[in-house]
C-alpha cells in the first residue's frame, strides 16, 4: 500500500497524471446497456482534434454547430477539423471515460466504421446528469444528430 502511495505521488511529483479509466461496466453511471449500441449521422459531424484542457490532442466526433458557420447557435471549438463526415455515418458506442486529472468529468468513445475509435461530442448524446443539467442517469443520442 505504501509503495502504491509513493509511486503514485511520484507520478504526480514528475507532472504526469494517471491515465482516464473505463468506467463502462460500473453500475454508478448506468452506462453498459447503452455499449455497443449503433446508429447513424442524420446530419453532416466533423471528426476534429480537439484540444483537450492538458494540451493534448484527441480526435473527436463533433456535431455542426462546432464547426459549421452556418448553423444556428454557431459555437466553435479550439479545433483543427480533419474531415467533414456526410449524413449516415455509421458508429458504435464504445466505452465511457472517466478523466483522472483535474476536470474529473467523463466522456463517451464511438467506434467509426473505419475501426477509429473517437470521442464524441456531448451534443451528440442526449441530456443527462453526467453533460448537462439533467436529472436523468439515462444515456442516449440526441435525436436531431443520431438514429438507428
Known sequence: MLSVSLNLTALLLAGCR???TDVSSSPSYNFSSFTNTAWKTK???ALA???QYTGRHALTLVAPQTFDPATPQFHPLNMRVISVLPVGTRLR???LMEDNGNWGG?????????????NID????AKNQYFFN?????WGVNPEMLEK
Open 93 to 95: 458506442i464504445g466505452r
Open 43 to 45: 446530419s453532416n459531424v
Open 18 to 20: 494517471p491515465p482516464d
Open 106 to 118: 467523463v466522456r463517451v468513445t464511438a467506434i467509426l466504421n473505419d475501426g477509429r475509435e473517437v
Open 134 to 138: 439533467s436529472h436523468s442517469t439515462n
Open 122 to 125: 456531448e451534443q451528440l448524446l
Open 49 to 51: 482534434d480537439l484540444e
